[in-house]
Protein backbone atom coordinates (compact mmCIF):
# COMPACT_ATOMS: atom_id res chain seq x y z
CA UNK A 1 0.00 0.00 0.00
CA UNK A 2 2.92 2.31 1.31
CA UNK A 3 5.26 0.78 -1.35
CA UNK A 4 5.93 3.57 -4.33
CA UNK A 5 6.55 1.93 -7.94
CA UNK A 6 9.78 1.52 -7.85
CA UNK A 7 9.79 -0.52 -4.91
CA UNK A 8 6.98 -2.90 -6.02
CA UNK A 9 8.86 -2.96 -9.72
CA UNK A 10 12.03 -3.86 -7.24
CA UNK A 11 10.63 -6.49 -4.68
CA UNK A 12 8.17 -8.07 -7.12
CA UNK A 13 10.57 -8.70 -9.71
CA UNK A 14 13.04 -10.70 -7.70
CA UNK A 15 14.85 -8.79 -11.00
CA UNK A 16 12.53 -6.49 -12.99
CA UNK A 17 9.28 -7.46 -14.73
CA UNK A 18 6.09 -6.53 -16.02
CA UNK A 19 3.10 -9.16 -15.76
CA UNK A 20 3.03 -10.00 -19.02
CA UNK A 21 0.23 -8.95 -21.09
CA UNK A 22 0.91 -7.95 -24.71
CA UNK A 23 0.40 -4.52 -23.82
CA UNK A 24 2.68 -4.38 -20.67
CA UNK A 25 5.26 -6.37 -22.52
CA UNK A 26 5.41 -3.58 -25.75
CA UNK A 27 5.69 -0.55 -23.19
CA UNK A 28 8.24 -2.36 -21.43
CA UNK A 29 10.26 -3.30 -24.57
CA UNK A 30 9.43 0.25 -25.49
CA UNK A 31 10.96 1.63 -22.59
CA UNK A 32 14.04 -0.56 -23.12
CA UNK A 33 14.34 1.42 -26.69
CA UNK A 34 13.93 4.38 -25.16
CA UNK A 35 17.40 3.38 -22.53
CA UNK A 36 19.53 2.49 -25.60
CA UNK A 37 18.25 6.43 -27.67
CA UNK A 38 19.36 7.87 -24.50
CA UNK A 39 22.58 5.99 -24.26
CA UNK A 40 23.34 6.56 -28.06
CA UNK A 41 22.60 10.30 -27.35
CA UNK A 42 23.89 10.82 -24.11
CA UNK A 43 26.53 8.23 -23.46
CA UNK A 44 27.84 9.27 -20.24
CA UNK A 45 23.92 8.97 -18.84
CA UNK A 46 23.45 5.69 -15.93
CA UNK A 47 20.42 3.68 -17.01
CA UNK A 48 18.41 3.18 -13.17
CA UNK A 49 14.92 1.26 -13.84
CA UNK A 50 12.47 1.47 -16.58
CA UNK A 51 9.02 -0.20 -15.77
CA UNK A 52 5.70 -0.49 -17.75
CA UNK A 53 3.23 1.72 -15.67
CA UNK A 54 -0.67 1.93 -16.58
CA UNK A 55 -0.90 3.15 -19.92
CA UNK A 56 2.73 3.66 -20.46
CA UNK A 57 5.98 3.25 -19.63
CA UNK A 58 8.98 5.14 -18.04
CA UNK A 59 12.89 4.82 -17.47
CA UNK A 60 14.95 6.69 -14.78
CA UNK A 61 18.33 7.91 -15.91
CA UNK A 62 21.12 9.42 -13.57
CA UNK A 63 21.64 12.77 -15.29
CA UNK A 64 22.56 16.29 -14.23
CA UNK A 65 20.52 18.16 -16.69
CA UNK A 66 16.89 17.74 -16.94
CA UNK A 67 15.78 16.46 -20.31
CA UNK A 68 14.58 19.61 -22.03
CA UNK A 69 11.51 19.05 -24.42
CA UNK A 70 13.99 19.33 -27.64
CA UNK A 71 15.95 16.07 -26.10
CA UNK A 72 12.94 14.67 -25.94
CA UNK A 73 12.38 14.93 -29.88
CA UNK A 74 15.72 14.02 -30.32
CA UNK A 75 15.16 10.67 -28.58
CA UNK A 76 12.08 10.00 -30.33
CA UNK A 77 13.50 10.29 -33.40
CA UNK A 78 16.55 7.63 -32.04
CA UNK A 79 13.96 5.29 -30.95
CA UNK A 80 12.41 5.59 -34.78
CA UNK A 81 15.95 4.68 -36.01
CA UNK A 82 16.21 2.03 -33.57
CA UNK A 83 12.80 0.67 -34.56
CA UNK A 84 13.62 0.53 -37.93
CA UNK A 85 17.00 -1.16 -37.12
CA UNK A 86 14.43 -4.52 -35.95
CA UNK A 87 16.92 -5.47 -33.20
CA UNK A 88 15.73 -8.93 -31.68
CA UNK A 89 15.14 -8.91 -27.77
CA UNK A 90 18.59 -11.51 -26.92
CA UNK A 91 17.72 -12.80 -23.46
CA UNK A 92 20.28 -14.72 -21.73
CA UNK A 93 21.21 -15.87 -17.92
CA UNK A 94 24.03 -15.74 -15.77
CA UNK A 95 24.73 -15.81 -12.08
CA UNK A 96 24.32 -12.93 -10.20
CA UNK A 97 27.87 -12.49 -9.28
CA UNK A 98 29.04 -12.36 -12.97
CA UNK A 99 25.77 -10.21 -13.65
CA UNK A 100 27.48 -7.27 -10.53
CA UNK A 101 30.99 -7.68 -11.71
CA UNK A 102 29.80 -6.77 -15.72
CA UNK A 103 27.60 -3.71 -15.07
CA UNK A 104 30.29 -2.52 -13.04
CA UNK A 105 32.42 -2.66 -15.37
CA UNK A 106 29.97 -0.98 -17.85
CA UNK A 107 29.66 1.84 -15.14
CA UNK A 108 25.93 1.23 -14.28
CA UNK A 109 26.03 1.60 -10.50
CA UNK A 110 22.31 1.86 -10.18
CA UNK A 111 21.96 -1.68 -11.88
CA UNK A 112 24.45 -3.10 -9.36
CA UNK A 113 22.91 -1.44 -6.76
CA UNK A 114 19.79 -3.51 -7.85
CA UNK A 115 21.62 -6.75 -8.17
CA UNK A 116 23.22 -6.47 -5.03
CA UNK A 117 19.89 -6.40 -3.29
CA UNK A 118 18.33 -9.55 -5.21
CA UNK A 119 18.05 -12.60 -4.05
CA UNK A 120 18.54 -14.80 -7.04
CA UNK A 121 21.07 -16.86 -7.47
CA UNK A 122 21.17 -16.29 -11.79
CA UNK A 123 19.03 -13.09 -13.18
CA UNK A 124 18.95 -12.80 -16.86
CA UNK A 125 20.24 -9.75 -19.25
CA UNK A 126 18.28 -8.52 -22.11
CA UNK A 127 19.95 -7.17 -25.14
CA UNK A 128 19.00 -5.24 -28.73
CA UNK A 129 21.78 -4.19 -30.41
CA UNK A 130 24.28 -2.20 -28.81
CA UNK A 131 22.12 -2.34 -25.02
CA UNK A 132 22.36 -4.26 -22.73
CA UNK A 133 19.82 -4.32 -19.30
CA UNK A 134 19.16 -6.10 -16.33
CA UNK A 135 15.52 -7.60 -16.93
CA UNK A 136 13.37 -10.48 -16.20
CA UNK A 137 11.45 -9.89 -19.37
CA UNK A 138 9.09 -10.99 -21.14
CA UNK A 139 9.97 -8.47 -24.13
CA UNK A 140 8.02 -8.30 -27.65
CA UNK A 141 10.14 -10.56 -30.29
CA UNK A 142 12.20 -7.40 -31.80
CA UNK A 143 11.97 -3.54 -31.97
CA UNK A 144 10.69 -3.51 -35.46
CA UNK A 145 7.10 -4.71 -33.69
CA UNK A 146 7.58 -1.01 -31.70
CA UNK A 147 5.58 1.36 -33.77
CA UNK A 148 3.12 3.29 -32.11
CA UNK A 149 4.47 5.44 -29.21
CA UNK A 150 5.54 8.76 -28.22
CA UNK A 151 7.26 10.26 -25.55
CA UNK A 152 5.32 12.79 -22.72
CA UNK A 153 7.20 14.40 -20.09
CA UNK A 154 10.05 14.30 -18.18
CA UNK A 155 10.80 15.19 -14.36
CA UNK A 156 12.87 14.51 -11.36
CA UNK A 157 12.50 11.58 -9.64
CA UNK A 158 14.32 10.38 -6.37
CA UNK A 159 16.42 7.00 -6.73
CA UNK A 160 13.99 4.69 -5.36
CA UNK A 161 10.97 7.32 -4.53
CA UNK A 162 13.16 8.34 -1.82
CA UNK A 163 13.94 12.09 -1.35
CA UNK A 164 17.44 11.20 0.55
CA UNK A 165 18.30 9.56 -2.41
CA UNK A 166 20.07 11.34 -5.87
CA UNK A 167 17.29 12.78 -7.67
CA UNK A 168 17.57 10.66 -11.30
CA UNK A 169 15.80 12.38 -14.08
CA UNK A 170 12.57 10.53 -15.22
CA UNK A 171 11.11 10.39 -19.36
CA UNK A 172 7.75 9.13 -19.51
CA UNK A 173 6.25 7.51 -22.00
CA UNK A 174 3.26 5.66 -23.83
CA UNK A 175 2.98 3.33 -26.34
CA UNK A 176 -0.24 1.39 -28.12
CA UNK A 177 -0.67 -1.35 -30.69
CA UNK A 178 -2.62 0.96 -33.06
CA UNK A 179 -2.65 4.71 -33.55
CA UNK A 180 -6.29 5.23 -33.05
CA UNK A 181 -5.80 3.89 -29.89
CA UNK A 182 -2.21 6.22 -29.11
CA UNK A 183 -4.95 9.12 -30.30
CA UNK A 184 -7.64 8.64 -28.34
CA UNK A 185 -5.21 8.34 -25.17
CA UNK A 186 -3.55 11.56 -25.78
CA UNK A 187 -7.31 13.13 -25.75
CA UNK A 188 -7.82 11.91 -22.75
CA UNK A 189 -4.61 12.71 -21.63
CA UNK A 190 -5.20 16.48 -22.80
CA UNK A 191 -8.61 16.19 -20.67
CA UNK A 192 -7.15 14.61 -17.55
CA UNK A 193 -5.17 17.45 -17.45
CA UNK A 194 -7.50 20.03 -17.52
CA UNK A 195 -9.47 18.21 -14.70
CA UNK A 196 -6.51 17.65 -12.45
CA UNK A 197 -7.36 18.05 -9.33
CA UNK A 198 -4.72 19.88 -7.79
CA UNK A 199 -5.13 22.29 -10.52
CA UNK A 200 -9.10 22.55 -10.11
CA UNK A 201 -8.69 22.60 -6.34
CA UNK A 202 -6.48 25.86 -6.48
CA UNK A 203 -8.92 27.72 -8.66
CA UNK A 204 -12.42 26.58 -6.78
CA UNK A 205 -10.17 27.39 -3.67
CA UNK A 206 -11.12 23.84 -2.44
CA UNK A 207 -8.05 22.76 -0.93
CA UNK A 208 -4.08 23.65 -1.14
CA UNK A 209 -1.30 22.06 -0.04
CA UNK A 210 1.62 23.91 1.92
CA UNK A 211 5.33 22.47 2.26
CA UNK A 212 5.08 23.14 6.10
CA UNK A 213 2.64 19.64 5.98
CA UNK A 214 3.62 17.41 2.61
CA UNK A 215 1.11 14.95 1.79
CA UNK A 216 -1.89 16.65 4.20
CA UNK A 217 -4.16 19.34 2.43
CA UNK A 218 -5.41 22.62 4.07
CA UNK A 219 -9.33 22.24 3.54
CA UNK A 220 -10.49 25.57 2.52
CA UNK A 221 -14.21 26.59 3.41
CA UNK A 222 -15.33 25.54 -0.31
CA UNK A 223 -13.67 22.20 -0.02
CA UNK A 224 -14.89 21.73 3.51
CA UNK A 225 -18.65 22.18 2.29
CA UNK A 226 -18.10 19.19 -0.14
CA UNK A 227 -16.33 16.37 2.38
CA UNK A 228 -19.46 17.76 4.82
CA UNK A 229 -22.02 16.65 2.65
CA UNK A 230 -20.12 13.65 2.01
CA UNK A 231 -19.36 13.04 5.70
CA UNK A 232 -23.71 13.98 5.99
CA UNK A 233 -24.39 11.74 3.10
CA UNK A 234 -22.39 8.96 4.33
CA UNK A 235 -24.06 8.83 8.13
CA UNK A 236 -27.12 8.79 6.95
CA UNK A 237 -26.74 5.47 5.35
CA UNK A 238 -25.02 4.68 7.99
CA UNK A 239 -27.34 5.37 10.22
CA UNK A 240 -30.14 3.43 8.28
CA UNK A 241 -28.29 0.74 7.85
CA UNK A 242 -27.50 -0.52 11.67
CA UNK A 243 -24.05 1.35 12.08
CA UNK A 244 -22.75 2.46 15.08
CA UNK A 245 -20.17 5.17 14.80
CA UNK A 246 -17.48 5.63 17.00
CA UNK A 247 -13.74 7.46 17.22
CA UNK A 248 -10.65 6.18 18.84
CA UNK A 249 -7.55 8.01 19.71
CA UNK A 250 -5.18 9.31 16.86
CA UNK A 251 -2.15 8.73 19.11
CA UNK A 252 -1.32 5.52 20.48
CA UNK A 253 0.83 3.39 22.26
CA UNK A 254 3.30 0.89 20.30
CA UNK A 255 2.24 -1.76 22.35
CA UNK A 256 -1.23 -2.04 20.71
CA UNK A 257 0.82 -2.35 17.32
CA UNK A 258 2.50 -5.03 18.79
CA UNK A 259 -0.15 -7.38 19.26
CA UNK A 260 -2.18 -6.37 16.08
CA UNK A 261 1.13 -7.42 14.18
CA UNK A 262 1.45 -3.99 12.83
CA UNK A 263 4.63 -2.90 14.58
CA UNK A 264 6.07 -5.86 12.87
CA UNK A 265 4.91 -6.08 9.36
CA UNK A 266 4.12 -1.88 8.77
CA UNK A 267 5.91 -0.19 11.39
CA UNK A 268 8.42 1.77 8.49
CA UNK A 269 5.21 2.97 7.68
CA UNK A 270 4.42 4.35 10.51
CA UNK A 271 4.79 8.20 12.39
CA UNK A 272 6.45 6.79 16.00
CA UNK A 273 6.90 9.79 18.54
CA UNK A 274 8.39 8.99 22.11
CA UNK A 275 6.00 10.48 25.18
CA UNK A 276 7.34 9.53 28.65
CA UNK A 277 9.60 7.15 28.21
CA UNK A 278 7.29 5.43 25.95
CA UNK A 279 6.85 5.03 21.97
CA UNK A 280 3.79 6.09 20.34
CA UNK A 281 2.64 5.93 17.15
CA UNK A 282 -0.21 7.87 14.88
CA UNK A 283 -2.34 4.97 13.83
CA UNK A 284 -2.06 3.80 10.01
CA UNK A 285 -5.83 2.27 10.20
CA UNK A 286 -8.49 1.80 12.55
CA UNK A 287 -8.54 -1.74 12.69
CA UNK A 288 -7.17 -2.94 16.29
CA UNK A 289 -8.69 -0.34 18.17
CA UNK A 290 -11.99 -0.97 17.13
CA UNK A 291 -11.64 -4.25 18.74
CA UNK A 292 -11.62 -2.17 21.99
CA UNK A 293 -15.34 -1.16 21.27
CA UNK A 294 -15.65 -4.97 20.81
CA UNK A 295 -14.76 -6.00 24.00
CA UNK A 296 -16.28 -3.19 26.03
CA UNK A 297 -19.06 -5.37 26.54
CA UNK A 298 -19.56 -9.43 26.86
CA UNK A 299 -20.83 -10.24 23.66
CA UNK A 300 -23.34 -12.86 23.19
CA UNK A 301 -24.62 -14.66 19.73
CA UNK A 302 -27.34 -12.27 19.79
CA UNK A 303 -25.61 -8.97 19.83
CA UNK A 304 -24.14 -10.13 16.78
CA UNK A 305 -23.38 -8.75 13.93
CA UNK A 306 -21.67 -5.50 15.60
CA UNK A 307 -21.27 -3.10 12.59
CA UNK A 308 -18.88 -0.36 14.05
CA UNK A 309 -17.86 2.18 12.01
CA UNK A 310 -15.73 5.19 12.04
CA UNK A 311 -14.41 8.75 10.44
CA UNK A 312 -10.95 8.17 11.22
CA UNK A 313 -8.34 10.60 11.03
CA UNK A 314 -4.91 8.21 9.81
CA UNK A 315 -0.94 8.51 8.80
CA UNK A 316 1.05 7.21 6.72
CA UNK A 317 4.61 7.52 6.38
CA UNK A 318 4.19 7.82 2.72
CA UNK A 319 7.84 9.07 1.37
CA UNK A 320 7.47 12.65 0.35
CA UNK A 321 8.66 11.99 -3.83
CA UNK A 322 5.53 9.65 -4.11
CA UNK A 323 3.17 12.05 -2.76
CA UNK A 324 0.68 13.19 -5.57
CA UNK A 325 -2.47 15.72 -4.28
CA UNK A 326 -4.92 14.43 -3.00
CA UNK A 327 -4.51 10.87 -4.36
CA UNK A 328 -1.80 10.12 -2.71
CA UNK A 329 -1.45 11.66 0.69
CA UNK A 330 0.07 11.13 4.88
CA UNK A 331 -3.10 12.13 6.26
CA UNK A 332 -6.07 10.05 5.25
CA UNK A 333 -9.56 10.29 6.23
CA UNK A 334 -10.58 7.28 6.22
CA UNK A 335 -14.54 5.73 5.79
CA UNK A 336 -13.72 2.95 7.87
CA UNK A 337 -16.24 0.20 9.69
CA UNK A 338 -15.56 -3.15 11.01
CA UNK A 339 -18.14 -5.54 11.10
CA UNK A 340 -18.18 -8.77 14.03
CA UNK A 341 -20.13 -11.52 13.28
CA UNK A 342 -20.82 -14.84 13.43
CA UNK A 343 -19.52 -17.15 10.74
CA UNK A 344 -23.15 -17.96 9.47
CA UNK A 345 -23.90 -14.22 9.17
CA UNK A 346 -20.95 -13.30 6.90
CA UNK A 347 -23.10 -14.05 3.84
CA UNK A 348 -25.79 -11.38 4.28
CA UNK A 349 -23.38 -8.94 6.27
CA UNK A 350 -21.21 -8.85 2.83
CA UNK A 351 -24.45 -8.37 0.77
CA UNK A 352 -25.76 -5.53 2.92
CA UNK A 353 -21.90 -3.98 1.97
CA UNK A 354 -22.10 -4.80 -1.53
CA UNK A 355 -26.06 -2.88 -1.30
CA UNK A 356 -24.17 -0.27 0.45
CA UNK A 357 -21.57 0.43 -2.30
CA UNK A 358 -23.82 0.53 -4.87
CA UNK A 359 -26.05 2.88 -3.41
CA UNK A 360 -23.00 5.02 -3.06
CA UNK A 361 -21.65 5.04 -6.06
CA UNK A 362 -25.28 5.12 -8.43
CA UNK A 363 -25.18 8.78 -7.01
CA UNK A 364 -22.19 9.62 -8.70
CA UNK A 365 -23.01 8.27 -11.88
CA UNK A 366 -19.40 5.85 -10.75
CA UNK A 367 -20.12 2.06 -12.98
CA UNK A 368 -18.55 -0.24 -9.46
CA UNK A 369 -17.23 -3.25 -10.82
CA UNK A 370 -15.96 -6.53 -8.17
CA UNK A 371 -12.98 -8.58 -7.70
CA UNK A 372 -12.85 -11.76 -5.57
CA UNK A 373 -9.23 -12.00 -4.31
CA UNK A 374 -9.16 -15.78 -2.89
CA UNK A 375 -6.75 -17.83 -0.65
CA UNK A 376 -3.11 -17.16 -1.08
CA UNK A 377 -0.32 -19.38 -0.05
CA UNK A 378 0.56 -19.64 3.77
CA UNK A 379 -3.53 -18.31 4.54
CA UNK A 380 -3.78 -18.47 8.47
CA UNK A 381 -6.79 -20.77 9.99
CA UNK A 382 -7.85 -24.03 8.26
CA UNK A 383 -9.38 -24.63 4.75
CA UNK A 384 -12.75 -25.57 5.91
CA UNK A 385 -12.68 -21.59 7.24
CA UNK A 386 -11.65 -20.62 4.04
CA UNK A 387 -13.77 -22.50 1.87
CA UNK A 388 -17.04 -21.17 3.80
CA UNK A 389 -15.97 -17.76 3.50
CA UNK A 390 -15.42 -17.77 -0.17
CA UNK A 391 -18.80 -19.29 -0.89
CA UNK A 392 -20.11 -16.71 1.65
CA UNK A 393 -18.39 -14.06 -0.86
CA UNK A 394 -19.63 -15.97 -3.76
CA UNK A 395 -23.08 -15.75 -2.74
CA UNK A 396 -23.52 -12.59 -1.66
CA UNK A 397 -22.23 -10.90 -5.25
CA UNK A 398 -24.81 -13.18 -6.77
CA UNK A 399 -27.31 -12.64 -4.68
CA UNK A 400 -26.84 -8.84 -5.67
CA UNK A 401 -26.36 -9.60 -9.53
CA UNK A 402 -23.06 -8.74 -9.73
CA UNK A 403 -21.02 -9.92 -12.32
CA UNK A 404 -17.23 -10.63 -10.67
CA UNK A 405 -14.04 -11.56 -11.33
CA UNK A 406 -12.33 -13.76 -9.80
CA UNK A 407 -8.47 -13.55 -8.89
CA UNK A 408 -7.12 -16.40 -6.95
CA UNK A 409 -4.28 -16.09 -4.54
CA UNK A 410 -5.08 -12.54 -4.08
CA UNK A 411 -6.45 -12.30 -0.73
CA UNK A 412 -4.92 -11.35 2.38
CA UNK A 413 -3.43 -14.35 4.39
CA UNK A 414 -6.02 -13.89 6.89
CA UNK A 415 -9.56 -13.96 5.07
CA UNK A 416 -10.16 -13.54 1.35
CA UNK A 417 -11.86 -10.16 0.31
CA UNK A 418 -13.60 -8.02 -2.70
CA UNK A 419 -12.08 -5.31 -4.12
CA UNK A 420 -14.42 -2.86 -5.53
CA UNK A 421 -13.26 -0.58 -8.59
CA UNK A 422 -15.03 2.27 -10.60
CA UNK A 423 -14.56 3.86 -13.95
CA UNK A 424 -15.11 7.52 -14.10
CA UNK A 425 -16.23 10.04 -17.19
CA UNK A 426 -12.10 8.96 -18.77
CA UNK A 427 -12.37 5.49 -18.68
CA UNK A 428 -9.86 5.37 -15.73
CA UNK A 429 -9.95 2.73 -13.28
CA UNK A 430 -9.96 3.43 -9.72
CA UNK A 431 -9.80 0.65 -6.82
CA UNK A 432 -11.92 2.12 -4.37
CA UNK A 433 -13.64 0.15 -1.97
CA UNK A 434 -13.01 -2.98 -0.26
CA UNK A 435 -14.66 -5.68 1.77
CA UNK A 436 -11.83 -7.80 3.55
CA UNK A 437 -12.68 -10.93 5.35
CA UNK A 438 -10.84 -11.46 8.57
CA UNK A 439 -11.01 -15.30 10.01
CA UNK A 440 -7.60 -14.73 12.20
CA UNK A 441 -6.04 -11.33 12.64
CA UNK A 442 -8.20 -9.16 14.72
CA UNK A 443 -10.43 -12.27 16.07
CA UNK A 444 -7.36 -14.16 17.33
CA UNK A 445 -4.69 -11.58 18.00
CA UNK A 446 -7.48 -9.63 20.11
CA UNK A 447 -8.70 -13.13 21.42
CA UNK A 448 -12.17 -11.60 20.29
CA UNK A 449 -15.40 -14.10 21.48
CA UNK A 450 -18.86 -14.47 22.17
CA UNK A 451 -21.11 -16.20 24.03
CA UNK A 452 -22.89 -18.60 21.62
CA UNK A 453 -26.11 -20.17 21.99
CA UNK A 454 -24.83 -23.53 23.22
CA UNK A 455 -23.11 -21.52 26.15
CA UNK A 456 -19.97 -22.02 24.77
CA UNK A 457 -17.51 -18.95 23.78
CA UNK A 458 -16.69 -19.21 20.02
CA UNK A 459 -15.04 -16.51 17.63
CA UNK A 460 -16.43 -14.17 15.52
CA UNK A 461 -15.40 -13.19 12.36
CA UNK A 462 -14.33 -9.52 10.93
CA UNK A 463 -15.22 -7.45 8.27
CA UNK A 464 -12.85 -4.63 7.61
CA UNK A 465 -14.74 -2.30 4.73
CA UNK A 466 -14.23 0.77 3.29
CA UNK A 467 -16.56 2.50 0.57
CA UNK A 468 -15.27 6.11 -0.30
CA UNK A 469 -11.58 4.46 0.33
CA UNK A 470 -10.30 7.70 1.70
CA UNK A 471 -11.85 11.12 1.95
CA UNK A 472 -9.13 12.77 0.14
CA UNK A 473 -8.94 10.08 -2.67
CA UNK A 474 -12.45 10.19 -3.28
CA UNK A 475 -12.68 13.71 -3.19
CA UNK A 476 -9.85 13.72 -5.63
CA UNK A 477 -11.51 11.68 -7.77
CA UNK A 478 -14.87 13.27 -7.45
CA UNK A 479 -13.36 16.38 -8.72
CA UNK A 480 -11.58 15.27 -11.94
CA UNK A 481 -15.28 13.20 -12.45
CA UNK A 482 -17.04 16.15 -12.86
CA UNK A 483 -14.02 18.49 -14.06
CA UNK A 484 -15.06 20.77 -10.57
CA UNK A 485 -18.65 21.31 -11.81
CA UNK A 486 -20.26 19.35 -8.79
CA UNK A 487 -23.83 17.97 -8.42
CA UNK A 488 -25.52 20.82 -6.38
CA UNK A 489 -25.98 18.96 -3.24
CA UNK A 490 -22.05 19.11 -3.43
CA UNK A 491 -21.33 22.57 -4.77
CA UNK A 492 -19.65 24.81 -2.42
CA UNK A 493 -21.99 27.43 -3.79
CA UNK A 494 -25.39 26.35 -5.15
CA UNK A 495 -26.77 29.47 -6.38
CA UNK A 496 -25.70 32.70 -7.12
CA UNK A 497 -27.89 35.98 -7.65
CA UNK A 498 -27.16 38.41 -9.88
CA UNK A 499 -28.47 41.37 -10.81
CA UNK A 500 -28.70 43.54 -13.64
CA UNK A 501 -27.73 46.73 -12.42
CA UNK A 502 -27.64 48.30 -9.28
CA UNK A 503 -31.76 49.42 -9.60
CA UNK A 504 -32.60 45.79 -8.72
CA UNK A 505 -30.38 45.46 -5.72
CA UNK A 506 -33.42 45.34 -3.42
CA UNK A 507 -35.40 42.59 -4.93
CA UNK A 508 -31.72 40.73 -5.58
CA UNK A 509 -31.48 40.97 -1.53
CA UNK A 510 -35.41 39.89 -1.61
CA UNK A 511 -33.83 36.95 -3.49
CA UNK A 512 -30.96 35.89 -1.84
CA UNK A 513 -32.30 35.76 1.60
CA UNK A 514 -35.25 33.96 0.45
CA UNK A 515 -32.99 31.19 -0.99
CA UNK A 516 -31.13 31.68 1.98
CA UNK A 517 -33.87 30.69 4.70
CA UNK A 518 -34.34 27.49 2.81
CA UNK A 519 -30.91 26.19 3.62
CA UNK A 520 -29.66 26.91 0.07
CA UNK A 521 -26.05 28.11 0.05
CA UNK A 522 -26.29 31.32 -2.17
CA UNK A 523 -24.32 34.12 -3.02
CA UNK A 524 -25.34 37.59 -4.18
CA UNK A 525 -22.65 39.12 -6.71
CA UNK A 526 -23.63 42.75 -6.58
CA UNK A 527 -20.31 43.77 -7.53
CA UNK A 528 -20.57 46.59 -10.05
CA UNK A 529 -19.20 45.13 -13.06
CA UNK A 530 -20.84 44.04 -16.53
CA UNK A 531 -23.68 41.07 -16.47
CA UNK A 532 -21.73 39.27 -18.62
CA UNK A 533 -18.83 39.47 -16.79
CA UNK A 534 -20.05 38.47 -13.65
CA UNK A 535 -21.92 35.39 -15.46
CA UNK A 536 -18.90 33.82 -17.00
CA UNK A 537 -17.51 34.68 -13.48
CA UNK A 538 -19.83 32.55 -12.02
CA UNK A 539 -19.83 29.66 -14.82
CA UNK A 540 -15.39 29.50 -14.23
CA UNK A 541 -16.40 29.08 -10.35
CA UNK A 542 -18.82 26.30 -11.76
CA UNK A 543 -21.77 27.47 -9.72
CA UNK A 544 -24.71 25.13 -11.06
CA UNK A 545 -27.73 28.14 -11.05
CA UNK A 546 -27.26 31.50 -11.64
CA UNK A 547 -30.23 33.70 -10.79
CA UNK A 548 -30.58 36.62 -13.04
CA UNK A 549 -33.16 39.33 -12.29
CA UNK A 550 -34.50 42.84 -13.33
CA UNK A 551 -37.11 44.91 -13.69
CA UNK A 552 -39.28 42.19 -14.98
CA UNK A 553 -38.26 39.76 -12.90
CA UNK A 554 -39.16 42.03 -9.77
CA UNK A 555 -42.37 42.58 -11.07
CA UNK A 556 -43.12 39.23 -11.54
CA UNK A 557 -41.90 37.79 -8.85
CA UNK A 558 -39.69 35.52 -11.39
CA UNK A 559 -36.04 34.81 -11.84
CA UNK A 560 -34.07 34.25 -15.55
CA UNK A 561 -32.80 31.05 -14.70
CA UNK A 562 -29.47 30.01 -16.08
CA UNK A 563 -27.90 26.69 -15.43
CA UNK A 564 -23.74 26.42 -15.50
CA UNK A 565 -24.30 24.45 -18.74
CA UNK A 566 -25.23 27.73 -20.26
CA UNK A 567 -28.32 26.89 -21.48
CA UNK A 568 -31.51 29.73 -20.60
CA UNK A 569 -34.33 28.19 -18.77
CA UNK A 570 -35.86 32.10 -18.90
CA UNK A 571 -38.41 33.74 -16.41
CA UNK A 572 -39.19 31.01 -13.27
CA UNK A 573 -41.16 31.93 -10.21
CA UNK A 574 -39.06 32.21 -7.59
CA UNK A 575 -41.33 29.88 -5.68
CA UNK A 576 -40.63 27.14 -7.94
CA UNK A 577 -36.97 27.89 -7.70
CA UNK A 578 -36.74 27.48 -4.04
CA UNK A 579 -39.13 24.42 -4.43
CA UNK A 580 -37.40 22.55 -7.21
CA UNK A 581 -33.92 23.53 -6.06
CA UNK A 582 -34.74 22.16 -2.52
CA UNK A 583 -35.94 18.73 -3.88
CA UNK A 584 -32.92 18.46 -6.35
CA UNK A 585 -29.93 19.10 -3.19
CA UNK A 586 -32.67 16.83 -0.98
CA UNK A 587 -32.51 14.01 -3.82
CA UNK A 588 -29.08 14.32 -4.34
CA UNK A 589 -29.16 14.44 -7.83
CA UNK A 590 -25.97 14.54 -10.80
CA UNK A 591 -28.52 16.09 -13.23
CA UNK A 592 -28.87 19.91 -13.04
CA UNK A 593 -33.27 20.06 -13.61
CA UNK A 594 -34.41 22.96 -12.12
CA UNK A 595 -37.21 25.10 -14.10
CA UNK A 596 -36.47 23.16 -16.74
CA UNK A 597 -40.53 22.77 -18.93
ZN1 LIG B 1 12.96 -5.33 -19.60
ZN1 LIG C 1 -9.76 -2.83 9.32
Known amino acids: MAESEEERHLKLTGEFDCDPTPLSTLRHSTSHVMAQAVKRLFPDVKVAIGPAIDDGFYYDFAKAEPFTPEDLARIEKAMAEIVKADYVFERRE ?66 RGDEKNVMLQRIYGTAWLTQDEL ?29 VSPGAPFWLPAGMVIFRELERFWREVHDANGYLETSTPILVNKKLWEQSGHWEYYSENMFKLEVEEQTFSLKPMNCPESTYVYRHALRSYRDLPLRVAEIGRLHRNERSGTLTGLFRVRQITMDDAHIYCR ?62 EVKPGDGAFYGPKIDIHIEDVLGRDWQIATA ?4 TMLPERFDLTYVDADGHAKRPVAIHRAIFGSFERFIGILTEHFAGAFPVWLAPVQARVLPISEKFIDYARGVHQ ?9 ELDDRNEKLGYRIRDAQVRKVPYMLVVGGREAEQGTVSLRPRTGEDRGAVPLDRVVTELTAEIASRAVDLSVGRS
Open 94 to 159: MPRAEAIAYFRERGEPYKVEILEGLAADRVSLYTQGDFVDLCRGPHVRSTGEITVFKLLSSSGAYW
Open 183 to 211: DKYLWRLEEAKKRDHRKLGRELDLFVFHD
Open 343 to 404: PDQVQDEITGVLGLVRQFYKLFDLEPSFKLATRPEGYLGTAEQWDAAERALHEALKANGLAY
Open 436 to 439: QLDL
Open 514 to 522: RLRAARIRV
